[in-house]
């Protein structure tokens, strides 16, 4: 039991270790909304790799990481219109989470069902965003 616990401590202190990265890349800004001047953490996309990877890791904002984290708390509506200009990100974990959150709202909200329309999705995006949470 040890084992696990260690290895799992090992594991959040490499992804601790990406916040100065994720700062950089994401310009100090929430990945998602872009909300500034916010408290940011590190978020694993699943599926998540067997060793950490920045590169599955996004920075939220406390409101959008517990949207994302408690699907059941998950709120529809205009608060998440900031996907259609998100989805066109050049980071792909940030277009796979937008474009799983816009296929949430897309049965509600007609702009999210246009929005993923209208994007073009590399195949590893598309493949990634298809891939069970």
């Known amino acids: 039991m040890a084992k696990g616990y260690d290895e799992n401590q090992a ?8 916040g100065k990265d994720l700062a950089r890349r994401s310009r100090s800004r929430c990945e998602l909304c872009e909300a ?12 998540v790799p067997k060793e950490p990877s ?20 998950f709120q529809s509506g205009e608060r998440w219109r ?5 989805l066109w990100s050049e980071v792909p ?8 959150l816009l296929r949430k ?9 246009e929005a993923l329309e209208n994007a073009f999705l590399e195949p590893e995006i598309e493949e990634w965003a298809a891939k069970p949470e």
Do not use: N
């Not at 500034?36 to 599926?47: C, I, M, R, S, Y």
């Not at 974990?93 to 799983?100: E, F, L, S, T």
């Open 105 to 113: 709202l897309s049965g509600s909200q007609a702009w999210a069902q």
């Open 93 to 100: 974990v940030v277009q796979v989470m937008a474009v799983r």
């Open 36 to 47: 500034t001047g916010v408290k940011l953490t590190t978020f694993e996309v699943a599926p």
């Open 11 to 18: 594991r959040v202190a490499t992804i601790a270790s990406f």
């Open 82 to 86: 900031c996907l259609t200009q998100t």
């Open 54 to 73: 920045i590169d599955h890791c996004l920075f939220l904002c406390d409101d959008c990481r517990e949207q994302v984290e408690y699907p059941k708390r």
